[in-house]
């Protein structure tokens, strides 16, 4: 035998979802159930009701115009001649005189519980032999004569009663439907949230390869999952992101760290001279500013990431940032033996802010210049598309093989031809941060040879909707 629920375990049913979604969806069915067997009684059994009592008035509107017309024998004839062709033999009638002897009818005499004149009464008769059921009602005539009009209602009563007992076992089943029903909807609940809380309680665990089960039934729980497991999924590259900026922190940091201290170890124990002392102390001031170049620059994503600056964001002509970029860097390019230029229109009008799409651009032409060879171009170029600005940059430089332009926008990473290069990997990731910020996209195409670098900024329509 089952124990008992404990309180406990009461109190815990009360709150569970499934159990109030179960109830919502017993309630609404047998409130459904319910009103249409209200509406079934009243359009049938209600009806014949109606059917009986309009056929009362109408009655006693005609023998009331026989009254008028033929007097008392008039109206006396006229009952006669109506139970005589009363082929349902269901018509009842009763006139009496004011001492309520009968007069005429298929009655024995006036009924005593028959005292309110106009209302409608259903009342046990005895006629012809038989009990039945009648519904009648009372007209007061002139010189004190008392009418009695009605119909028998048996067959209609017992029709009545059975399309009731019939709606009460009807609504009966449909309790129980929707008991079962409700028992099945919090399983389907409870199984679909517990395969939700198993996944969750195994990450909290730290196995975060487990995934939210789908059905394959495409429906909205299919759908939950898809997003649980698409938030997962990207949470998952968040956490290896971040193992591997600690990584790359921890090993790109780690030379210029030592080497400042080696240079001021070396110094203290070696310089013999101000000039000394002071060449040391300068050489490792320049590293420890590289290194604080760096924390300046991943401080300066996760500003961008976190969506900071969209509170600043604005319409704006992007031309002349990128004029000024490309200007500036004409200089560098060349003293590089690399020619840099730039083919934009007179007006760009984007949605966002111009100074990270500078800093942006800036990032691009530094790489393209960085990586270009001597004699080499790259070039800046700006047009309007369907999707937003598009921003091109150009090199003939190694480019980035296929396979590895996926990850060149993450921290730190640095491709096989860059290695050798002066950087600390993060110049891409700030563009990639930018292009998200603006909801636009950074793409890296084969320039063959070199690379092809396209910002996307959406224009002010689109870009409204992230600001």
């Known amino acids: 035998m089952a124990a008992p629920l404990s309180a406990g375990s009461r109190f815990s049913l009360v709150r569970s979802a499934g159990v109030r979604f179960a109830a919502v969806y017993a309630a609404l069915l047998a409130a459904s159930a319910a009103a249409l067997a209200l509406f079934l009684w009243w359009s049938t059994a209600g009806l014949l009701d109606r059917q009986t009592e309009a056929a009362i008035r109408a009655d006693a509107q005609g023998l009331s ?15 006669a001649d109506r139970l005589a062709g009363n082929v349902d033999d269901d018509a009842i009638y009763l006139l009496v005189d004011p001492a309520y002897k009968r007069i005429a009818g298929n ?14 009464y259903e009342l046990p008769m005895h006629r012809a032999g038989m009990q039945s059921l009648a ?7 002139p010189g004190g004569f008392h009418l009695l009009i009605g119909r028998d209602v048996e067959v209609r009563s017992q029709l009545r009663h059975l399309l009731t007992d019939a709606l009460l076992w009807a609504l009966l089943i449909v309790f129980a439907m929707a008991s079962i029903g409700a028992i099945l909807v919090r399983s389907l609940f409870r199984n679909t949230l517990a395969r939700v809380s198993a996944t969750a309680g195994a990450i909290a665990a730290g196995d975060f390869t487990q995934r ?16 649980l497991n698409d938030m ?38 070696h310089a013999g001279t101000v000039p000394e002392l002071r060449a040391a102390i300068d050489r490792a001031t320049g590293d420890l500013d590289g290194i604080v170049a760096v924390f300046q620059a991943l401080l300066r994503i996760a500003e961008i990431e976190a969506g900071s ?28 033996g690399v020619t840099l ?19 942006a651009v800036a990032n691009l032409v530094d790489n393209a210049v960085k990586f270009s060879p001597l004699g080499g171009t790259a070039t800046v170029s700006a047009q309007a598309r369907p999707q937003g600005v598009e921003i091109v940059v150009t090199d003939r430089g190694p480019g980035i093989p296929t396979e590895e332009r996926p990850k060149a926008p993450q921290r730190f990473y640095r491709g096989e031809s860059a290695r050798h290069t002066p950087g600390s990997g993060l110049g891409l990731s700030l563009v990639q ?23 996307t900024v959406p224009v002010v329509e689109q870009g409204a909707k992230h600001a």
Do not use: C, K
Not at 135 to 141: D, E, G, H, T
Not at 348 to 353: K, N, S
């Open 135 to 141: 519904q009648v009602q009372a007209y007061i005539l």
């Open 65 to 79: 115009e026989r009254l008028a017309d033929s007097g008392i024998r008039g109206l006396v004839a006229t009952i």
């Open 107 to 120: 009655l024995d005499h006036w009924p005593q519980t028959v005292v309110q004149l106009g209302a409608f």
């Open 212 to 227: 939210v089960q789908i059905t394959g039934r495409g429906d909205e729980f299919d759908q939950l999952a898809e997003v």
């Open 232 to 269: 997962l999924d990207r949470i998952g590259r968040l956490m290896e992101g971040v193992r591997q900026v600690s990584n790359a922190i921890a090993h790109d940091l780690r030379t210029p760290i030592t080497r400042a201290r080696t240079r001021l170890e070396d110094a203290s124990l």
């Open 433 to 455: 941060a930018v292009a998200q910020l603006h909801g636009g996209t950074l793409v890296l195409e084969d320039a063959a040879p070199g690379l092809r670098a396209v910002l």
């Open 341 to 359: 230029s730039a083919d934009l229109p007179d007006h760009l009008i984007v949605f966002g802010d111009a100074a990270l799409i500078q800093q």
């Open 309 to 336: 600056r969209r509170a600043s964001f604005a319409r704006v002509d992007i031309v002349p940032s990128l004029a000024g970029v490309a200007e500036l860097y004409e200089a560098v390019a060349e003293d590089r």
